[in-house]
């Protein structure tokens, strides 16, 4: 089998565990199963935001044309980066069990988000980060901050910034979850749909490699994930916009809270769904409907 990945550290970890996983799965030596490093789009831009050059997909594009040119058998990606519309001869079989979901807050200037002095930076690519973090404190500054983990950690340590947010599971899957300075409740900052799984790509047509793939999937994190991603469709979210989701799934019952922010956090729209967990989707896109309903114009737009 050929897997194919970015090539940042943390994109390495991620297929490095999907690689041990089918080793255990299938008794087989990882040597057997062969890793193809790809650049995509996405990691030579470093000066402006994603949403400036096309969004979500310019992490995901070039490993697509390898699958569709039978250059790789499957590709990882972090689920939160995946597009809600994918080429229609490829298919995401499912996700690997779902890591920790949570945004970690990461200063040398305070302990806390709240704690930070007026008018502080907090760096990030992400807008609905942005967006966030100025719902809670209007005064604080968003100056975009890309690079991979490492570069970001290195930023704040050389004050360029005064914290970041990152990914939780993201710092776990790289050893560096010391680095965290405090880690945010859900309850206050609801992180990126699929932030935390790791999903994986084949072509359609490709049977013997999904049968490969299905034991290592995780059936509660693929329902999960589908409901967040089929709210993110419906609302028809990129990296344009600050939608945030998370469905969690406990006695076969699933619960979905998403919202939509302005983009200056000055005002939120939530939605709560919940239901058997066999509806994901449905309550997914139930929830994206109802909340399309109370939007005012203009605001997934802006």
Not at 47 to 70: H, I, M, S
Not at 134 to 162: A, C, F, I, Q, Y
Not at 237 to 251: K, M, P, Q, V, Y
Request: glycine fraction near 8%; aromatic fraction near 2%; hydrophobic fraction near 45%.
């Amino acid at each position: 089998m050929r897997i194919g990945t970015r090539g940042s550290p943390l994109a390495l970890a991620q297929t490095h565990q999907v690689r041990a996983a089918l080793s255990h799965a299938h008794g087989v030596s990882e040597e057997a199963i062969s890793v193809c490093v790809i650049r995509t789009t996405g990691d030579a831009i470093r000066d402006r935001p994603l949403a400036e050059a096309g969004g979500k997909g310019l992490f995901t594009r070039e490993l697509d044309l390898a699958l569709l040119n039978d250059e790789i058998d499957v590709a990882v990606h972090s689920a939160k980066d995946i597009p809600t519309l994918i080429p229609d001869d490829l298919l995401i079989p499912g996700f690997l069990e779902r890591d920790d979901v949570r945004d970690c807050f990461i200063s040398l200037a305070a302990t806390r988000l709240e704690d930070l002095p007026r008018a502080a930076r907090v760096g990030t690519a992400s807008l609905r980060r942005a967006a966030q973090v100025r719902h809670m404190r209007r005064d604080l500054l968003t100056p975009l901050l890309r690079g991979n983990v490492e570069t970001r950690l290195r930023k704040v340590e050389t004050s360029e910034v005064d914290a970041t947010l990152l990914a939780l599971a993201g710092l776990k899957r790289l050893g560096l979850e010391k680095k965290a300075t405090a880690i945010l409740s859900t309850r206050d900052f609801l992180p990126a749909p699929g932030q935390g799984a790791i999903g994986l790509m084949t072509r359609a047509d490709d049977q013997s490699t999904q049968e490969c793939i299905a034991p290592i999937l995780h059936e509660e994190t693929s329902l999960a994930v589908a409901a967040e991603r089929t709210f993110l469709s419906v609302l028809d979210g990129s990296c344009r916009t600050s939608i945030a989701a998370l469905a969690e799934i406990a006695n076969k019952q699933v619960s979905l809270r998403g919202i939509v922010l302005r983009p200056d956090g000055s005002e939120v729209f939530d939605v709560q769904r919940s239901g058997p967990a066999a509806d994901a989707i449905a309550i997914g896109e139930a929830a994206g409907r109802e909340l399309l309903t109370r939007l005012p114009a203009g605001v997934l737009a802006a």
